[in-house]
């Protein structure tokens, strides 16, 4: 069946002369390939009336088929153009809040990686208002906030809620307590995040709200410094619960206890991205992953 695009070309040039031509072959080799194909098939696909060729009716369904044969293939060559794409290295610049650089994107990166190591990724941080505006001038082509955005131009693609956690060293004197309340953090020896940091804020509104006043012995934007001070201060923080995972808090010495007032401190981490991001395929697969895998875990 090698000879199947030959005959096609043949039909549709309606001649012999013209095919051989378009075709770069001499005329008696293109009469051996059609001659062969007929062998191959069984049946005639042309009568011959001196050099005029005419299309018999079972040439007729061949030809049909042939077309069909030559569309899947085209079908076939763009599916699997897909995959090739998707092999290739391939490079996207990601624009992170600070609070989604240390809890949410090593854990984002990691899972897309697996798959794609070669790809190039870049990371850019900033505050929630500059990563927006990174994003709407096209200098990353996703960002990551702890927040949902709303703004012409722009989607935004929420992945998970999150709250804040009371964090404490084993051995502290709230670490098996029971029935612990907001009240309990008033005066309580504590590291918070710096001033002006959108957890930062939750807090402060929180402790308004109840009119807490902790003694606020360290303020920090760091959660690895946050996390490594604690034990070393012996005093307590309030975290995301995205942040607090299980080996986290056991290699660190610490604990997590929960407080039903701090579940009103609830954040949106989301995706944000133009339309024009659609056409970035590195972009566009990182999405996909980032929404199944924390669906996954929300659920």
């Known amino acids: 069946m090698e000879n199947i695009d030959i005959f096609v070309v043949v039909v549709e040039q309606q001649s012999l002369n013209k095919a051989s031509q378009l075709l770069n072959i001499s005329q008696p080799a293109l009469s051996r390939k059609i001659m062969k194909l007929e062998e191959e098939l069984g049946v005639e696909l042309f009568t011959r009336k001196g050099k005029k060729l005419e299309i018999t ?33 391939g490079s996207i610049t990601i624009g992170a809040s ?16 697996k798959d794609y190591p070669n ?14 505006s990174l994003v709407k001038e096209k200098k990353v082509d996703i960002g990551l906030v702890a927040s949902k955005i709303e703004q012409p131009g722009l989607t935004c ?6 709250h804040l956690c ?7 004197p709230y670490a098996d307590r029971p029935g612990l309340v907001i009240d309990n953090l008033h005066e309580l020896p504590m590291i918070l995040f710096s001033r002006g940091t959108w957890y930062r804020v939750l807090m402060d509104d929180l402790f308004h709200r109840y009119a807490i006043h902790p003694d606020v012995k360290m303020e920090i934007d760091s959660f690895e410094a946050i996390i490594r001070l604690v034990s070393t201060c012996e005093t307590a923080t309030l975290l995301p619960r995205s942040y607090l995972r299980r080996n986290l808090m056991e290699e660190n010495g610490l604990v997590v206890r929960p407080i039903a007032e701090l579940e009103q401190t609830k954040r949106t981490t989301s995706i944000l991205f133009t339309d024009e991001t659609a056409d970035h395929p590195v972009a566009r697969r990182l999405i996909v992953k980032a929404k199944q895998h924390f669906s996954s875990i929300q659920e």
């Not at 009371?166 to 502290?172: A, Q, T």
């Open 98 to 113: 600070l609070t989604t650089l240390q809890a949410t994107l090593p854990e984002l990166i990691t899972l897309y990686t």
């Open 57 to 89: 009716r079972a040439g007729e369904v061949c030809y049909e088929y042939a077309r069909e044969m030559k569309q899947l293939e085209r079908k076939l060559r763009l599916a699997l153009d897909q995959f090739k794409k998707a092999d290739k290295p």
């Open 119 to 132: 790809t190039d990724i870049k990371a850019v941080t900033g505050k929630t208002h500059e990563i927006v």
């Open 157 to 162: 693609v929420p992945l998970f809620d999150d």
């Open 166 to 172: 009371l964090v404490l060293p084993v051995g502290h």
